[in-house]
Each structure stands twice: as structure tokens, then as C-alpha cells.
């Protein structure tokens, strides 16, 4: 079993590291719970009851130590070197890992499309051990329930777990499959994706007893299953497939293991996986897991790589068994050898608490550091030091301070995205996923725009929410992350959702019949001059030239293969290094001007002079971070453009 673990480790290690992939070690520890798991159970309950306190008391012995351990370290060494704009996800993401929670705010950045730019954070390897202490948790209760259910029935304990464990698996595997399909980051790290594999260590836990196989057969079961399981890591790309059915793979391979045992034979795969070397990365296992990750992350944020490479590779898995040999011998063994928990099984839960305590400790006290640097700048009213976009008007002149600094603070632009203002928001009667939000203004304001189309179109809320207050103009917003105004689904060919989302949206803004839409004009601003206005922009334009609504089209800003304000921080935050030629992104003729016949409802705004110099488009305009991602602009930057943004509008208002 040592030796299975080791290899599982070993893949998962060289996989992140060199191959940059996810190895099916994660699935074959889940079926490694489960089988020892319900084996304990099962044997637990066959004596007469199973003790729960003592149960979890182990558990919390063997897991907490070492896990814990290494987050206190992590908080200490993520504040010395992690840019700051990363803290806060990593807060997060820390005290999620803590509570065996990992999973779920990652599922929650996986849903959350204004989140996917988040970067793979220094605990994001904790989702699966997260899965593994739920999987600790439920699976006794249930075992336990059904096994008393089972007894009123007539049932003996091993029919009723096997009962269990086979409905968890066809019902978890089908539910993995489909969610897979519809959506594979968030079923990578969702509970019940998974559950299907804890569920087969079950169902192998009862089999291997009740049935005997010829010891020739179990030593090519060995090493099919051996082969098998090296063999998932180098065919698959299992990060962008994975769980669905093709965690099949590792998990039969793991599970033929298991069934071939120790066969005794000179040729059998077990004798391999008993050698003394195997053994003992197999006891440094959750040590190792727990540290390769985090080594790596952190390895590149030094060296400001986005590759390891060979030496690099190296080095991190030299790194990583040193620290692992020292918290395995240091921490992991010295608490598995102690009396903690064993007279007193409570005693392992005061324990635990004892070593969770300093973990949030260190966490809110990071989360507090990250709020003050966060409220250490407010963007005023024509702040001289900070002009932003204003900077790249005509005749402008610097009237601030030589030594400003850039804004907003690092720790905070992750989060610096233009919010809905104070509004209230229904659900439209055409389709509940269309959210019309309207802006605070008066009975009667003297202008309703609405605002309509991806994340692109609600950073002009940050300017438009200054202006309507100003000349009490009502704004509505109507948006959904990765769907421009279309009536196709531009970004995401295909998306049926989309494409009803928008349907809808075009009627949902007939009936409200406002004075300006504000929509998509181009998109994929990209290097190669990818620029393009979509037939189906200027359908949906048309519609609304039907109704007599004015449409006013807004030119995309450019995307980038880079976080250009992140890759200030890797080069000395000297803008020169993370600017980009003009010529590269953007083309000197937009590309709605070759559209022959376009609706005479349409006017367009092209800000790309406010995001560009003439040359370059640089991370910094004006003392302000122009990006708070790779495409997205930030709300300080946005907001500077407010007088901009004003004078576009006014002009096509005739005022």
C-alpha cells in the first residue's frame, strides 16, 4: 500500500513540475480513502458499533500536524515575497484550506467569471485534501445510518455499505460525467464529482476478501495496473478533462493494484512497490503533497518565470522531499507517536484546535495588514498626482507631485472592478438569468441609459455612475460576463444561453424604450490585429433602430497575453518593460468602418487614445494602473475617465 502511495505522490510531483500537468494522483489517494476507510467501518461494524469520537480523534491527528504547519509557514513567507496583489486570494484561499474548504472557494472562483483571472494561489493543491476530510466526515455517518437501516431490514453489514457504495458511485460517476461536459473547472473541484471514486475503494474494500485470484493472474493485474497508472499522466491532459469518465483510468489502475496484493513473486509489480526506498517516500507522501505545490508557486513568483524548467524542476523536487523529510520527522511522526487522543479521545480535538487557532490567527492578521494597505489611497475629484486618462487629453499638463505613486495600491487591484452602483435589481418575466439594475436617481431623470453586454461594457459603469448623479440621469445595466450584446454568442460560439440571454435583452430593452444604449462595438482586441465587429453587433443594432433607440457603440479596449500591472511588480514596476506596441494591438481603421450599411441608429465611441499613447499601450497612464488584469480595465482608471466619458455623451445628447 506504501509503495502505491509513493507512486501516486511521485507522479503528481513530476507532473506538476516538469510536465505542468495533474497527474491521476489526487483520484487514486481518493480511492485509497475510501477503501481503508470503509474497510475500518465495515470491521467496526461487524464488532458492534463504530466509535465516532475516536474515529475523527485519528483523523485529526493524522491530518492536521502537518497540513497546518505548513500554512503558518506559508503566511509568513507568502507576505515576505508574494506581490501583493495576490494577497488577498491567498487569504482566502488559506483559511478555506484550513477548514478543509478549499474546494468549494475554488469552485466559487470557478463559477464566478469575474474571478477566473485569479492565479493558481500557494494552497490550491488543498482542494483535494479538503475533498478527503468531507469524505472523513460524511462517509461514517452514512455508513452508520445505512448499516441500522440494513439491520431493520434483514440486511448484514457488508450488503448494506455495499449498497451505499455502489448507488454513491453510479450516481456520483453519472453526475461527474454531465457536469464535466457543461462545465469541467467546476466539476474538477466539486465534492460530488469525486464522491464516486472514495465510493470504488469501497466497493474494492469488500471485494478483496470475498474474492481469491489465481496468483498468476494477480501479477499481470499488477502490472497493467502499474503501467496503467504512469502511462494516465503522459496521455492525458487530465487538468482540462478530468473527473468525468476518464478518471476511470487511474482509479481501475489503482484499484488492479490493490486486487493483485502481495502475490510473493519475483516478477510481481508489489515486490517494486515494497522496495525500502518506495516505503519511505510512501511515509513522506502527505508531507511531499503538501509542500510541492507551494514550492513551485513560489519558486516561479521569485525567478519571475512562467516555466520551471528542467533545472528549476529540480531543484523545486529537491526542495520540496527536504521539507517534506523535516515535517515528517519533525511533525507527522513525533504527534503519530505521542499519546494525543489515545487515552483521552478528545484530547486530539482540543489538539486540533490548538494548532487551527494560530493558522486563522496568522490569516486575519495578514487580512488586516491587506485592509489597511487597501485603504491607504481613495481617488479623489481631480486629484492632481493622480490624473489618469485626463493625463492623455490635449494640451494636459502635470500639476502633481514627481514622486506620486501608482494607483489603486497592488493589494487592492485585483479587486478594483467597476461595481453596480446602489440600484435595485429584478429578474426580467422573459428569463430569470437577465438581471435588470437600475441606478438611484430621481421620479422623473432626465436621461434613462441603459447599459448592456459583457464585463467589458460594465467598467463604463465606474464613469457613468459619477455622471448620472451629476445630471440625475437613470442608469440601467444589463450584463452577463463573456456575452456581448449580440444575437449570437460571440465569445463563446455555441452558448445557447447566451444567445436567449441576449434575445431577451433585446426585447427586455425595447420595452423600457430608454434614450441611449450603451453596447459592445468591437471585440478581441488582440495582438494580430484580431479586432472584429461581429455581424451579429450590428443585428441586434438593428432591432433596436426598429424601435427607434439610440445605440451607442463602444470601441474594445485591447487584451493582453500578460497582466500588465503583474508584470510590474516582476520588473521593477518600470512601465517601459510591460508596454506594448500600439501597432500590435490596435488597428488604425476600427473595424465597423469597412461594415457597409450599418443601422442609422448607431454612433460609436472609440477610446482607445485614453488606453494607448501614440506608440505603446503602457501598464500606467497618469499615476494610475490602466489594467487591473490581462483584459480588464480598472475602476480607478475608468473613473478618471468621467469627464471624458461626459463630454462623448453630451455631444450625441445635442447638449
Request: aromatic share 10%; with cysteine.
Amino acid at each position: 500500500m506504501q509503495g502505491l502511495r509513493a507512486v501516486a505522490v511521485a507522479l503528481v510531483v513530476v507532473y506538476h513540475v516538469w510536465l505542468g500537468r495533474v497527474s491521476g494522483g489526487v483520484d487514486v489517494f481518493f480511492l485509497l480513502s475510501g477503501f481503508l476507510v470503509t474497510g475500518q467501518l465495515v470491521r467496526a461494524a461487524v464488532r458492534g458499533r463504530v466509535e465516532f469520537v475516536p474515529l475523527w480523534g485519528r483523523m485529526i491527528r493524522r491530518l492536521f500536524p502537518a497540513a497546518l504547519t505548513v500554512l503558518v509557514v506559508l503566511i509568513a513567507v507568502c507576505m515576505l515575497v508574494l506581490p501583493e496583489n495576490r494577497w488577498f486570494q491567498t487569504v482566502r484561499e488559506v483559511v478555506a484550506a484550513a477548514l478543509y474548504l478549499e474546494n468549494w472557494q475554488l469552485v466559487s472562483d470557478a463559477a464566478d467569471y469575474f474571478n477566473q483571472p485569479n492565479e493558481a494561489s500557494v494552497v490550491q493543491h488543498f482542494w483535494s485534501l479538503s475533498i478527503q476530510g468531507q469524505f472523513y466526515l460524511v462517509w461514517p455517518i452514512l455508513a452508520v445510518v445505512v448499516v441500522w437501516i440494513g439491520r431493520r431490514i434483514g440486511w448484514g453489514v457488508r450488503r448494506s455499505v455495499a449498497g451505499l457504495s455502489a448507488a454513491v458511485f453510479v450516481g456520483s460517476l453519472a453526475f461527474s460525467v454531465v457536469l464535466t461536459a457543461a462545465n469541467q473547472p467546476l466539476a474538477y473541484f466539486h465534492s460530488l464529482t469525486r464522491a464516486w471514486e472514495f465510493a470504488l475503494g469501497g466497493l474494492l474494500a469488500l471485494a478483496v476478501d470475498a474474492v481469491v485470484l489465481p496468483r498468476r493472474l494477480r501479477v499481470v493485474l499488477g502490472w497493467l495496473g502499474l503501467v496503467g497508472l504512469v502511462a494516465c499522466g503522459l496521455v492525458l491532459q487530465v487538468g482540462t478533462v478530468f473527473p468525468g469518465y476518464l478518471a476511470l483510468w487511474p482509479t481501475l489502475c489503482a484499484a488492479a493494484i490493490i486486487a493483485a496484493g502481495t502475490t510473493g513473486s519475483r516478477v510481481g509489480a508489489d515486490r517494486l512497490l515494497a522496495a525500502r526506498p518506495l516505503r519511505y517516500l510512501g511515509d513522506l507522501s502527505y508531507s511531499l503533497y503538501l509542500w510541492h505545490w507551494p514550492v513551485l508557486v513560489l519558486y516561479l513568483v521569485v525567478r519571475g518565470r512562467e516555466e520551471v524548467g528542467i533545472a528549476g524542476g529540480l531543484f523545486v523536487i529537491a526542495l520540496s522531499v527536504l521539507l517534506s523529510v523535516a515535517t515528517y520527522h519533525g511533525v507527522e511522526a513525533p504527534v503519530r507517536r505521542s499519546g494525543i487522543g489515545v487515552a483521552r479521545p478528545w484530547g486530539a480535538y482540543r489538539f486540533g484546535v490548538a494548532l487551527l487557532v494560530p493558522v486563522l490567527v496568522a490569516a486575519g492578521g495578514w487580512q488586516v495588514v491587506s485592509d489597511r494597505k487597501a485603504a491607504s489611497y481613495e481617488l479623489l475629484v481631480d486629484d492632481p498626482d493622480h490624473p489618469g486618462a485626463l493625463a492623455r487629453t490635449p494640451d494636459f499638463e502635470y500639476w502633481g507631485s514627481e514622486d506620486a505613486t501608482i494607483v489603486p495600491p497592488m493589494v487592492s487591484l485585483p479587486d478594483d472592478f467597476a461595481p453596480h452602483p446602489d440600484s435595485v435589481c429584478r429578474a426580467s418575466t422573459r428569463n430569470r438569468e437577465l438581471e435588470a439594475c437600475t441606478g438611484p436617481s430621481s421620479d422623473t431623470p432626465t436621461k434613462r441609459i441603459v447599459v448592456v453586454g459583457d464585463s467589458h461594457m460594465q467598467q463604463y459603469l465606474a464613469p457613468l455612475t459619477q455622471l448620472a448623479e451629476h445630471h440625475d440621469w437613470q442608469i440601467v445595466s444589463m450584463l452577463k460576463g463573456a456575452c456581448p450584446f449580440s444575437v449570437d454568442a460571440d465569445a463563446m460560439p455555441g452558448d445557447a444561453a447566451c444567445i436567449k440571454w441576449n434575445a431577451d435583452a433585446a426585447a427586455e430593452i425595447i420595452s423600457l424604450n430608454p434614450d441611449l444604449v450603451l453596447a459592445n462595438g468591437t471585440r478581441d482586441v488582440r495582438a494580430g490585429l484580431t479586432e472584429d465587429t461581429p455581424a451579429g453587433f450590428v443585428a441586434q443594432w438593428r432591432k433596436l433602430e426598429s424601435a427607434g433607440i439610440r445605440v451607442v457603440a463602444v470601441r474594445d479596449n485591447p487584451r493582453f497575453g500578460f497582466g500588465p500591472s503583474a508584470c510590474l511588480v516582476s520588473h521593477g514596476m518600470d512601465p517601459a518593460s510591460c508596454s506594448t506596441p500600439r501597432a500590435e494591438v490596435l488597428p488604425e481603421e476600427p473595424p465597423y468602418q469597412r461594415i457597409p450599411d450599418l443601422p442609422s441608429n448607431v454612433a460609436f465611441a472609440d477610446f482607445s487614445d485614453y488606453f494607448c499613447e501614440p506608440e505603446l499601450c503602457p501598464p500606467v497612464i497618469g499615476n494610475v494602473h490602466v489594467y487591473l488584469d490581462d483584459n480588464h480595465v480598472s475602476a480607478t482608471f475608468m473613473a478618471t475617465m468621467a469627464p471624458i466619458v461626459e463630454a462623448e455623451l453630451l455631444a450625441l445628447f445635442g447638449e
